[in-house]
Structure formats: C-alpha cells, structure tokens
C-alpha cells in the first residue's frame, strides 16, 4: 500500500510530467489561454491516463513483454514481442479515447459537452503515450502500482496546466515586452515554474 | 529537374527554416525538442530521426490522400507512422545502442510528436508526393535547427564540452578557466533551462521578423 502511495506522490511532483519531461507540452501550451478550458482538459487526460496505462500493462504482461506468453504454453517462453508495443500501445489509446467519447456522450452528456472537443485531441497528447511508454520502462510489478502511476502522472498535467492558465490569464494585464507576448512569455513562465517543482527533487521515497 | 526544384518547391524546404519554423513560429513538436537537448549528441540523433520519419510519413500518406475516408483518417496516420517508428528503433537499437538508451521513450514518443501529425494534416493530404517529401525535409530541418541550437547552448555552459556523433566528447572550455574559479553552470543540465532557452530563441526572432509579434 505505501508502495503505491509513493508512486503517486511521485509522479504528481518530481516526476512531474510536464516540468520533468516536457510531454504533453503541444496541448499545453496550445489550451492554456483561460482556466476554465484547461481544467475540462486536464480533467479529459487524467481519465484518458488512468484508462489506457492499465490496459496497456495488461497488454504488455500477458502479451507482448519477453517471456509474455509463457501462459499458453511453456514453448512459447523465449518470444520476445516488444517491439510491437509502439502500434499495440497507440492503437490502444486510440480506440480507448474513441470508446471514452462514445461512453461520455450517451451517459454523461453534460460532461461531454464541456470535454468535447478536447476528447479527440487527446489521443494524440504525448503525455498519455507518454505514460505507457514510461510504464513499460519502469517496470511496475503490479496493475495496482501502474495505475497508481497513471492517475498521479495525470493529476501532475492537470496541476500545471491549471496552473499556468492562471498565470496566463493574469499576465495579460502586464507589460510584457511585444516579441515575447503569447509563446515567448509561457516558454519562460513555464521554466521558472520548472525550476519550483525541482524544489521536489531531493525527496526520497 | 528544373522543374523539382523550382522556386515554389525550394520555399518549402527554406521556409520552415525561418518565419515557418515549425517549433517557434507553428509550436509543433515541443515535447521531444526540449527532452533531449542536454548533449548534441542525442539531439542530431532525434533531429534525423525525426526528419526521416517525417519525410517518409508524408510521401506515404500524399500517395494514399484521395484512398483514405477522412473519418479514419486519424488512425491510418497513426499506423503510418508507428510503422515507421518501428524502423527506426530497431535500426538505432542495432547501430547505436547507447544513444537510443539516452533517448528512452522518446524513440517512441516521436509517433505522437505533433510536427508529424500537424503537417500530414496540414500539407500531405492535400498535395503531391514530391512536394510533400520536400516539405517533410524542411519541417524536419527547422525542427532540427532549434534543437541543435539549444542542445549546443545547454552543452556549452552546463558541461563546457560538445559531443558530436563519431567524435566524441570535445572539452570546448581550457582547464586555464577552471582553475581561474570558473565553473560550469549545473542550470542549464537542467530540464526547466530547455525552456527558457527556447523562450530566448523566441524573443530573438520575433524581435527581428516583428510580422511574427503576437497582439
């Protein structure tokens, strides 16, 4: 148990997705013009992240890891199917964010009007392939510990794409010198918000 | 010949180069461009990787733009272009070992790069072949510039050396300046300085082309 709280907590701060790897930086830096737009967003990656990561460790351990099918038969120990992960793991998020879509729209369609247009979007967000890839790399021995993973990871987009919103939404009443308005400024703004998550850094877990 | 390289096609390769640069002006491809400029090294690796599959993928899908519905669109891009990534992982598993354990996941992360998908959207379902091809090369080739321009910055003064594919590490700073009290400035190993290097590029081009100065 405290093994999976120490992924969480993890991956929300010092494996911050955004300021420690810069995945999902596109529609980051593409939806954060107001708060309210990057909140459906965040929202729309965390469920995205915690769907997809634990399907593809599924994946992953009965099918394409090495030694991953030993459960058919004991020949078929030394098959080694790793490098189809990219396709298995894309064709996953995207039919997962189309299932997602699907689902959304008949039961909730409240939260699929204020999701929509970000929904489709997401599968091509590097943040959540991201996840798979890292989940991969990592080796999680539990799908316990994968989602956990996930959902931290998600929230730590989610945190900074809050985040910067509100930073941008303020910085339009200052003066901001004409070449860096817009792109320039968020660049910046996001190095220095970089560099307070590193505060994280030291902590051991 | 004449023809191929007209001055119409010529634009599509200078173009991304400058005032279309697809990472400061059109804001595609930012995750992998910050991630892996701390050497030069792994950052000419990702630039011809990502150039290659760029031009590839946009060949592929400028021959199949009038077969593919558009409602699936989406996917037929992705399989190109996982297909292609593919390759390119196993060639540089097999070639260059220790430079794609530095670029980890971001091999991977090049399917979902949004220089691929934005300028097959943009450009390759809507043209031909050869132009497409070229386009691929220039967009990569713009990428590629930023990416070398940051990665030799944060190379210089975080590690005061080069590394370049087939050389090796080149110390650029004499041993004179350390013993001065010089030191390298551990900042800019860092990811957040990526950033704001980038950022600076920004400033310094939109500075000069003021067409590109956001209102």
């Given at each position: 148990m405290q093994e999976i709280i120490n992924i969480f907590v993890k991956s929300v701060?010092?494996?911050?997705?955004?300021?420690?790897?810069?995945?999902?930086?596109c529609s980051y830096l593409a939806v954060s013009k107001t708060v309210k737009t990057s909140v459906g967003l965040g929202l729309a990656v965390v469920f995205v992240l915690v769907i997809t990561v634990p399907v593809d460790y599924l994946l992953n351990e009965y099918?394409?890891?090495?030694?991953?099918?030993?459960?058919?038969?004991?020949?078929?120990?030394?098959?080694?199917?790793?490098?189809?992960s990219f396709i298995m793991f894309i064709a996953v998020i995207a039919s997962m964010v189309q299932l997602v879509e699907m689902v959304v729209e008949k039961y909730a369609p409240a939260l699929y009007a204020s999701l929509g247009i970000f929904l489709p979007l997401?599968?091509?967000?590097c943040a959540i392939l991201g996840g798979s890839l890292f989940m991969q790399e990592r080796e999680y021995t539990s799908i316990a510990q994968a989602t956990s993973f996930a959902f931290g990871s998600g929230i730590g987009w989610f945190l900074a794409i809050v985040g910067i919103a509100a930073i941008r939404e303020k910085i339009r009443y200052s003066q901001v010198p004409a070449p860096l308005r817009g792109l320039g400024i968020t660049f910046i703004v996001t190095g220095l918000m970089g560099i307070a998550f590193m505060s994280f850094m030291g902590i051991k877990l | 010949m004449s023809e191929m390289f007209s001055k119409k096609n010529l634009k599509l390769i200078t173009n991304p180069l400058g005032?279309?640069?697809?990472?400061?002006?059109?804001?595609?491809?930012i995750c992998s461009a910050l991630a892996v400029?701390?050497?030069?090294e792994p950052a000419i690796v990702m630039a011809i990787s990502v150039t290659a599959v760029l031009a590839f993928a946009n060949v592929i899908i400028s021959l199949l733009r009038n077969t593919?519905?558009?409602?699936?669109r989406i996917i037929v891009q992705l399989v190109v272009i996982a297909a292609l990534v593919i390759l390119v992982d196993q060639i540089l598993k097999a070639y260059a070992y220790d430079v794609s354990k530095q670029l980890s996941v971001f091999v991977g992360l090049i399917i979902t790069n949004c220089i691929l998908m934005g300028r097959l959207e943009a450009f390759a379902l809507g043209n031909k072949p050869w132009p497409s091809f070229l386009d691929g090369i220039g967009n990569g080739s713009g990428y590629a510039l930023i990416l070398v321009i940051v990665a030799v910055t944060r190379e210089i003064f975080g590690s005061g050396s080069i590394t370049l594919p087939g050389f090796g590490e080149m110390k650029l700073i004499p041993q004179a300046f350390y013993d001065m009290g010089y030191s390298n400035n551990?900042?800019?190993?860092?990811?957040p300085m990526a950033l704001i290097v980038v950022g600076i590029i920004i400033w310094v081009q939109r500075a000069r082309n003021k067409e590109l100065i956001e209102s």
């Open positions: 701060f010092i494996d911050n997705m955004v300021f420690a790897y810069f995945l999902g930086m099918l394409l890891g090495p030694g991953a099918l030993a459960w058919i038969d004991e020949s078929y120990k030394t098959v080694d199917l790793s490098f189809l997401i599968a091509v967000n | 005032e279309d640069n697809p990472i400061t002006v059109q804001v595609l491809g400029t701390v050497k030069v593919i519905p558009s409602r699936i551990g900042l800019m190993i860092l990811p």
